[in-house]
C-alpha cells in the first residue's frame, strides 16, 4: 500500500482510479511557494509557542527550503498517489529530515492549509494584475494623448449619433479599466485575512499564536471564525466576479477595434503583426488576437458561473467538491494577464485612419443636435425645435445632402430665425468644442481628464507606493 500521510486507519489501499480521479497535484503543484512559506511560518510559530522545539523548528525549515530548491530546479518528483501539493511536500520531508518531519502538520489540517495558501497566491496574483492594469491605463492615455484633436462619430445604438474626440472615446476605456483596477484593489482587503489555525474546521486544543503567523506572513487580519475560514472561498468568487467585469470590457474593447479595422469603418489598421492571414482568401488582414480576447470572455465568465454553482448549497465546512476552485481560479488569472498584456503590445501598435474617421463625421447628420441648440439659443422651445430640425433632415435626406450643404435660403424655409452664423454652429469642430460641460467631449475637458490620469497613474506606479502594497 502507497504510504499515505493519513493511512493509519485504512485496511485497504486507495482504488487506483480515485487516486486519479481525487489527485490534484497536476494543477495545484503552482501553489508550491506559498505551501512552503505558510509552513515556514507555521514552524516559527510552533518553535516560539514551545510546542516544538527550536531544533526541530530548524530541521523542518531546512528541509522546506531544499524542497523548494528540488521543485525550482526541476529535481523533484511528482505523484497521482500523493493527492495534493501539501502531501507532496510533507513526504519529501519525511524522506530528507527523517521523523521529525512528522512534526510540521502540528495544529493545522490541510483545509486551513489549502485556504491560507490559495489566500498568498491570490494576493500576490492580483498585486500583479493591478500592476498591469495601470501599464494599459498608461497606453491608453499615450494613445489619447498621442490623438489629440481627432474628431470622430460617436455613435448610440451603433448609429452615428455625435461628433467626439477619439481621446475622449479612448478615455471612456481607460474610465473601465480604472474602476476594474479600483474593485481588484478593494478585493485585497477581503483576501488579506489569515487562516491557518483554524486546523479542520473548530480550531486546535494546542497553544498556537495565530496572530504571530500572519505577522509573520504579512497579513493584516487573522480570520475570526474557524469554520468560516475553511468553508470561504467568497474571495475567489469575488476575484472571478472582477475578472469577468474586467473581460466584459476587453469584450467591448476588441469588438469597436474589429469594427473600426473593417473595410466598412477602416477607422484603424492593427499592425500586421498582431494580425493573421487566410490560407484561402489572400486578401485577408484578420483581427485575431482581439478577437480571441473576446471569445476569451466566455470563460472567464464560466469560471465564475463555476464556482458560484460549486460552492451553492454546500453545507459547512469544508467539502472536497471546493477542490474544484482552483482550476477555474487559475485559468482565469492566466487568461485575464494575457489578455491585458497582449493589449499593452497591441493598442499602441494601432494605426488611426484621420481620413475615414474625418469623413464619417461629416455624414449622417451628426449635427442636427447643435442645429436644435441653434434655435433654443435664438428663443425658440426645445421640443419646437427637436421638430423644425427634423423636419430639416427629412428635406435634406430627399436632397442628398447634409446639413451644412443646404444654403440659407433653404435653410430659412424651416425657420425665420436661421441666420448666416448657423454654418459655424453646424461645423463639427464648433461642435465639439462647445461640448465644455464636466466630463464631456470639449477640448479642454479631455485635455482636463488627460492630465489628470497621468497625475493619478504617477502616483499608482509609484515604486515606493508599488513595494508597500
Ligand atoms: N487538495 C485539497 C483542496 O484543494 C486540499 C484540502 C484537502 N483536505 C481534505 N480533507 N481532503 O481542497
Aim: with cysteine; glycine share 6%; charged share 25%.
Amino acid at each position: 500500500m502507497s504510504k499515505k500521510p493519513w493511512g493509519g486507519r485504512f485496511t485497504e489501499s486507495t482504488n487506483k482510479s480515485v487516486e486519479q480521479f481525487s489527485s490534484s497535484i497536476g494543477f495545484d503543484k503552482r501553489l508550491y511557494s506559498f505551501d512552503i512559506e505558510g509552513s515556514v511560518a507555521h514552524c516559527k510559530m510552533l518553535g516560539r509557542q514551545r510546542i516544538i522545539s527550536d531544533d526541530e523548528a530548524f530541521q523542518l525549515i531546512e528541509g522546506l527550503g531544499k524542497i523548494k530548491r528540488e521543485i525550482e530546479h526541476g529535481e523533484f518528483e511528482y505523484h497521482d498517489s500523493l493527492e495534493d501539493i501539501h502531501m507532496h511536500i510533507e513526504t519529501r520531508l519525511l524522506q530528507l529530515i527523517g521523523k521529525t518531519a512528522h512534526k510540521l502538520h502540528t495544529a493545522r489540517s490541510r483545509n486551513d492549509q489549502i485556504a491560507l495558501d490559495t489566500r498568498m497566491y491570490l494576493r500576490h496574483e492580483i498585486q500583479q494584475i493591478i500592476h498591469l492594469l495601470h501599464r494599459l491605463r498608461q497606453v491608453l492615455v499615450d494613445l489619447a494623448e498621442a490623438h489629440m484633436g481627432l474628431i470622430m462619430p460617436g455613435y448610440t445604438h451603433l448609429q452615428r449619433a455625435q461628433p467626439v474626440l477619439f481621446s475622449h472615446h479612448l478615455m471612456a476605456y481607460y474610465e473601465m479599466l480604472t474602476r476594474d483596477t479600483d474593485r481588484f484593489q478593494d478585493s485585497l482587503k477581503r483576501v488579506d485575512v489569515m487562516p491557518l489555525g483554524s486546523a479542520a474546521l473548530a480550531g486546535t486544543t494546542y497553544p498556537i499564536d495565530r496572530h504571530y503567523t500572519a505577522e509573520v506572513l504579512g497579513f493584516s487580519r487573522v480570520s475570526a471564525n474557524s469554520i468560516d475560514s475553511v468553508s470561504d472561498r467568497d474571495f475567489i468568487i469575488e476575484f472571478l466576479s472582477s475578472a469577468s467585469i474586467c473581460m466584459a470590457h476587453f469584450s467591448r474593447l476588441s469588438e469597436e477595434l474589429i469594427m473600426w479595422s473593417s473595410s466598412e469603418f477602416s477607422f484603424i489598421e492593427i499592425s500586421d503583426d498582431f494580425t493573421t492571414g487566410s490560407s484561402i482568401m489572400p486578401q485577408k488582414k484578420n483581427p485575431d488576437a482581439a478577437e480571441l480576447v473576446r471569445g476569451k470572455t466566455g470563460r472567464i465568465y464560466g469560471n465564475l458561473i463555476s464556482l458560484l454553482t460549486i460552492m451553492k448549497s454546500l453545507p459547512l465546512s469544508y467539502n472536497r467538491d471546493m477542490q474544484e476552485d482552483k482550476e477555474p481560479l487559475f485559468d482565469t488569472v492566466d487568461t485575464l494577464k494575457a489578455c491585458i498584456e497582449i493589449y499593452c503590445k497591441m493598442l499602441p501598435r494601432i494605426t488611426v485612419n484621420q481620413h475615414a474617421m474625418a469623413r464619417a463625421t461629416t455624414s449622417g447628420y451628426l449635427n442636427a443636435t447643435d442645429m436644435t441648440d441653434y434655435l433654443v439659443n435664438k428663443g425658440m422651445a426645445f421640443r419646437e425645435a427637436h421638430e423644425v430640425v427634423g423636419k430639416a433632415v427629412q428635406y435634406a435626406l430627399r436632397e442628398k445632402k447634409e446639413l451644412h450643404q443646404l444654403n440659407l435660403d433653404e435653410l430659412k424655409t424651416f425657420s425665420s430665425l436661421i441666420a448666416d452664423d448657423i454654418y459655424t454652429f453646424l461645423d463639427v469642430e464648433q461642435i465639439v468644442k462647445r461640448r465644455n460641460s464636466y466630463g464631456g467631449t470639449g477640448v479642454h475637458q479631455v485635455k482636463q481628464a488627460i492630465i489628470g490620469a497621468k497625475t493619478c497613474l504617477v502616483e499608482a506606479m509609484d515604486p515606493e507606493k508599488i513595494s508597500k502594497d
